[in-house]
């Protein structure tokens, strides 16, 4: 049972157009959505993170949108950059016992 | 900062061999993670530790798979004997469990190849 569905899996931008990758989950014990994001041939690194308490988060050209009735959220990357040009994952899990459960990855390229 | 270490990066092994990846989490941190990626399966939990003990194994394959903690700074995921179909990146993450935002940090993973 995939618990976080990822869409889409991948997708090409041109350079400064806006990226959105979106996330649903089904467990509502979750407290907590962090974004992922990954280089070739390294580790998945936090982006940003948001808690249900807020429907929006942005820093800098990242923003992620919480939407807690219809158990979505999503992440917008404005003016797309090809430095952008990543795998990235969504997550959700609950605080304390923390063991998050991530998306399938959406493969990013953001073309010059 | 040192992150999280692994050893070794690339690891090109024959079927049937026994591999080891090892780990080294970052200093302070009382949880540790083993993930497994493939295209086809994306990231998967294989175990999680907590305080050095297994808190959840429910993600290893099969018995063919073993990994230990034996103190806070350093575990080790075991294969024996390997198949091809293991080939993968695995990762080892750690967190602390209980800060605010429970950030995950993740090496730089070992590339498992099985020929």
């Known amino acids: 049972q995939q618990q976080v569905k990822q869409s889409p899996q991948s997708l090409i931008v041109q350079k400064g157009g806006i990226s959105i990758i979106n996330c649903a989950y089904e467990n509502t014990a979750f407290d907590y959505f962090p974004w992922y994001q990954q280089f070739p041939g390294k580790g998945p690194a936090l982006l940003i993170a948001i808690r249900p308490d807020v429907s929006e988060k942005k820093e800098g050209r990242f923003t992620i949108s919480f939407n807690k009735s219809a158990k979505q959220f999503s992440l917008h990357i404005m003016d797309s950059q090809p430095g952008d040009s990543a795998t990235y994952f969504c997550?959700?899990?609950?605080?304390?016992?923390?063991?998050?459960?991530f998306g399938r990855g959406t493969s990013l390229i953001v073309h010059p | 900062d040192a992150g999280v270490i692994q050893s070794p990066r690339h690891e090109v092994t024959e079927m049937g061999q026994e591999v080891t990846l090892r780990c080294k989490p970052i200093s302070g941190h009382n949880s540790l993670f083993w993930y497994r990626q493939t295209m086809m399966r994306g990231l998967e939990l294989l175990i999680y530790f907590n305080n050095n003990v297994p808190i959840d194994d429910s993600g290893m394959p099969e018995d063919r798979f073993s990994a230990k903690m034996p103190n806070a700074s350093f575990s080790t995921l075991k294969i024996q004997p390997s198949e091809p179909r293991d080939s993968a990146v695995y990762f080892c993450a750690s967190s602390l469990v209980g800060s605010s935002g429970n950030t995950i940090y993740f090496g730089e993973g070992s590339w498992l190849t099985v020929v």
């Open positions: 997550a959700a899990g609950t605080g304390g016992s923390y063991i998050p459960t």
